[in-house]
């Protein structure tokens, strides 16, 4: 999934000219048909009945209980530690490479003001503090950003001092 996310990441910031590196984007390749045979498909073996395919054959023919629901163990704390670590440099890193420069281009800025109990707090500044999609940018961007990053965060919290 991480590296999934780099690549897309990068694709993104290629698109918007921020990246100095560019990604190269191919278009879906043509398959080749030149050498496509008008041969007839082999015929495949025989099957052979043994003593194992009995086990398999019985498993094929039971019945699968769809209405029992299937129960997914809770994840511990100490596994969740895939991402990164929760401290003030990550995150700070991680808003001056992908947060601050779009909330930049709207003519505000973001502020990382402390990170307590795995809670970040943060604050919108300049013109995003009278943006009618700030508390969404906050939402579905930033905290939804920030808990890819960070898969042991609980919560983001807005300190940003609306405008009527």
Request: charged letters at 30%; aromatic letters at 4%; glycine letters at 4%.
């Amino acid at each position: 999934m991480f590296g999934i996310r780099k690549t897309v990441k990068s694709l993104v910031k290629t698109v918007l000219g921020m990246d100095d590196n560019p990604v190269e984007v191919s278009k879906w390749e043509q398959p080749d048909f030149s050498q496509v045979t008008t041969e007839p498909a082999p015929t495949p073996a025989p099957k052979v009945e043994s003593e194992n395919t009995s086990a398999i054959d019985s498993a094929e023919s039971t019945e699968v209980d769809t209405a029992t629901p299937v129960m997914i163990p809770p994840v511990a704390d100490d596994e969740v530690a895939e991402g990164m670590e929760l401290t003030v440099e990550n995150v700070e890193e991680v808003i001056d490479e992908y947060i601050r420069p779009g909330v930049a281009a709207d003519g505000g800025d973001i502020q990382l003001i402390k990170i307590e109990d795995n809670d970040v707090y943060v604050k919108l500044t300049g013109a995003c503090q009278s943006c009618s999609s700030a508390i969404m940018t906050m939402k579905m961007g930033v905290e939804a950003l920030l808990r890819e990053e960070f898969p042991s965060m609980r919560e983001l919290i807005d300190e940003t001092e609306y405008a009527s």
